[in-house]
């Protein structure tokens, strides 16, 4: 399956990036294609393109504040957690989408 | 080189579309407050209307703020959010040194550009967290910073001297000359040092009982705001419903004499808004200068009739002016939409 990403935190220097580390191992583990944009201090790293959201069965939202360009979204199903969701137990999100 | 053009202009309307709110409801609360006190010959009197007072100084302060979120914008447009801090800081400097809103336009690229350049520098993973919170502001804000101060007011200040020297030399001479200048300068820039530097020699007239030039400027001060309003109410498909809201507020703010109101356009595209406006506020001038208006309040627009001689010039001088920007500004949209239309047609 494959899934887009986003994560963001407020302070945006380690939680942010920290998640996104997290969810694309634990993709891998369970065999999905996954691309995470971050949303941190330094703005929009590793930006999904038009392409990337359209191809995308899921996008997964682990952030605790507002997404930005969220309207670039619209069409996708769209899971949002809060960040510690993914630090903690990214399988959740995943087991999730299967079900 | 199309290509980033097209950027450029991304990156200007989207600290435009931030700064609109801005300039509206600051302009509309000074416009307000401005039109309900008295007019005298020191201009509009606050001093028994504690709530009209107050009325401008929340309409001062919103437009206070414009400067900074402009360029605060246009460096968030380039550079995303590392970029907030050196536009903010750049663009509030240059209300400081009265750069005016084409000083926080340049504060908003150079802040962008910096941020942009700092954010590729490679790092040790170690460092890298406190980059965007602390390396890359306070080196791109430190920059931005002295180039504010320093290398772009401090010209300015010298500038504002020279520019006043010179047409005090002029004021014996050609009087349509100086009113056709006067004109473009109240334009160029909107409140910035060009405009201040004309706007201040009027005044300043006015106290050595030269009541002409004052009412040359007065006429100039409201045809930017009104003559891009009117624009957008005659040829609707032109404009952006954004532009369109901004078109409605800038004609209250042009009634009232604040020129400030055609910055929105101005700064979303420069290149054809700027020559229409300065050409519209010379034409008001010059009008203004042969029929014999004089103004007595170091204030302009349709609001300080009450303290104006030769009031029928006056207003044919700004509905000249207004009449010149519309249709100048009409008239070259039409023409590079069509260019646009045509190389489309190639392209297809």
Same mark, same amino acid.
């Given at each position: 399956m494959k899934i887009v990403a986003v994560t963001a935190c407020? /302070? !945006?220097?380690?939680h942010t990036y920290m998640a996104a580390a997290r969810l694309e191992k634990v993709a891998k583990n369970f065999g999905h294609e996954i691309k995470v944009e971050t949303q941190g201090a330094m703005g929009i790293e590793n930006k999904l393109s038009e392409s990337d959201i359209r191809q995308a069965q899921y996008a997964i939202f682990a952030v605790d504040i507002e997404v930005e360009?969220?309207?670039?979204?619209? !069409?996708v199903k769209v899971i949002q957690v809060p960040l510690q969701e993914a630090l903690k137990n990214p399988e959740n999100i995943f087991s999730k989408l299967q079900r | 080189m199309l290509e980033s053009l097209q950027k450029l202009r991304q990156h200007l309307l989207t600290g435009v579309s931030h700064a609109i709110p801005f300039i509206a409801c600051g302009g509309i609360l000074i416009a307000a407050a401005i039109a309900f006190a008295p007019m005298t010959a020191s201009g509009p009197d606050f001093s028994n209307a504690p709530r009209l007072k107050l009325i401008l100084d929340i309409g001062t302060a919103a437009l206070t703020l414009m400067l900074p979120v402009l360029a605060g914008y246009i460096s968030y447009s380039i550079? @995303? $959010?590392? @970029?907030l801090l050196p536009g903010f800081l750049g663009g509030f400097l240059s209300g400081e040194v009265r750069a005016g809103f084409l000083g926080a336009i340049l504060a908003g690229l150079v802040a962008g550009c910096v941020v942009e350049a700092l954010k590729k520098v490679p790092v040790s993973k170690y460092l890298r967290p406190i980059m965007p919170i602390l390396v890359i502001p306070i080196l791109a804000g430190s920059l931005v910073g002295v180039l504010m101060i320093k290398v772009i007011g401090a010209p300015i200040a010298l500038f504002m001297d020279h520019a006043n020297r010179a047409l005090m030399s002029m004021s014996t001479g050609n009087g349509i000359a100086l009113a056709l200048l006067l004109g473009a300068m109240i334009a160029f820039d909107m409140g910035g040092p060009v405009n201040k530097a004309a706007f201040f020699f009027g005044s300043a007239m006015i106290s050595q009982g030269n009541y002409q030039i004052m009412g040359a400027c007065a006429a100039a001060i409201c045809t930017p705001p009104l003559g891009m309003g009117l624009a957008t109410l005659v040829r609707k $498909?032109?404009? /952006?419903l954004e532009e369109r809201e901004a078109g409605l507020a800038a004609i209250a703010m042009g009634m009232i004499g604040i020129t400030e109101g055609a910055i929105p356009f101005a700064a979303a595209d420069p290149i054809r808004v700027i020559p229409s406006i300065m050409a519209g506020s010379a034409v008001a001038a010059m009008i203004a200068m042969v029929g014999g208006v004089g103004d007595h309040a170091p204030h302009g627009g349709p609001i300080v009739l009450p303290v104006v001689d030769h009031r029928a010039a006056y207003v044919l001088a700004i509905v000249a002016g207004t009449l010149v920007t519309a249709i100048l500004i009409v008239s070259l949209k039409l023409r590079s939409n069509g260019i646009a239309a045509e190389k489309q047609k190639e392209h297809a």
């Amino acid at each position: 399956m494959k899934i887009v990403a986003v994560t963001a935190c407020p /302070t !945006g220097i380690a939680h942010t990036y920290m998640a996104a580390a997290r969810l694309e191992k634990v993709a891998k583990n369970f065999g999905h294609e996954i691309k995470v944009e971050t949303q941190g201090a330094m703005g929009i790293e590793n930006k999904l393109s038009e392409s990337d959201i359209r191809q995308a069965q899921y996008a997964i939202f682990a952030v605790d504040i507002e997404v930005e360009e969220r309207e670039r979204f619209n !069409g996708v199903k769209v899971i949002q957690v809060p960040l510690q969701e993914a630090l903690k137990n990214p399988e959740n999100i995943f087991s999730k989408l299967q079900r | 080189m199309l290509e980033s053009l097209q950027k450029l202009r991304q990156h200007l309307l989207t600290g435009v579309s931030h700064a609109i709110p801005f300039i509206a409801c600051g302009g509309i609360l000074i416009a307000a407050a401005i039109a309900f006190a008295p007019m005298t010959a020191s201009g509009p009197d606050f001093s028994n209307a504690p709530r009209l007072k107050l009325i401008l100084d929340i309409g001062t302060a919103a437009l206070t703020l414009m400067l900074p979120v402009l360029a605060g914008y246009i460096s968030y447009s380039i550079a @995303g $959010k590392p @970029g907030l801090l050196p536009g903010f800081l750049g663009g509030f400097l240059s209300g400081e040194v009265r750069a005016g809103f084409l000083g926080a336009i340049l504060a908003g690229l150079v802040a962008g550009c910096v941020v942009e350049a700092l954010k590729k520098v490679p790092v040790s993973k170690y460092l890298r967290p406190i980059m965007p919170i602390l390396v890359i502001p306070i080196l791109a804000g430190s920059l931005v910073g002295v180039l504010m101060i320093k290398v772009i007011g401090a010209p300015i200040a010298l500038f504002m001297d020279h520019a006043n020297r010179a047409l005090m030399s002029m004021s014996t001479g050609n009087g349509i000359a100086l009113a056709l200048l006067l004109g473009a300068m109240i334009a160029f820039d909107m409140g910035g040092p060009v405009n201040k530097a004309a706007f201040f020699f009027g005044s300043a007239m006015i106290s050595q009982g030269n009541y002409q030039i004052m009412g040359a400027c007065a006429a100039a001060i409201c045809t930017p705001p009104l003559g891009m309003g009117l624009a957008t109410l005659v040829r609707k $498909k032109l404009w /952006t419903l954004e532009e369109r809201e901004a078109g409605l507020a800038a004609i209250a703010m042009g009634m009232i004499g604040i020129t400030e109101g055609a910055i929105p356009f101005a700064a979303a595209d420069p290149i054809r808004v700027i020559p229409s406006i300065m050409a519209g506020s010379a034409v008001a001038a010059m009008i203004a200068m042969v029929g014999g208006v004089g103004d007595h309040a170091p204030h302009g627009g349709p609001i300080v009739l009450p303290v104006v001689d030769h009031r029928a010039a006056y207003v044919l001088a700004i509905v000249a002016g207004t009449l010149v920007t519309a249709i100048l500004i009409v008239s070259l949209k039409l023409r590079s939409n069509g260019i646009a239309a045509e190389k489309q047609k190639e392209h297809a």
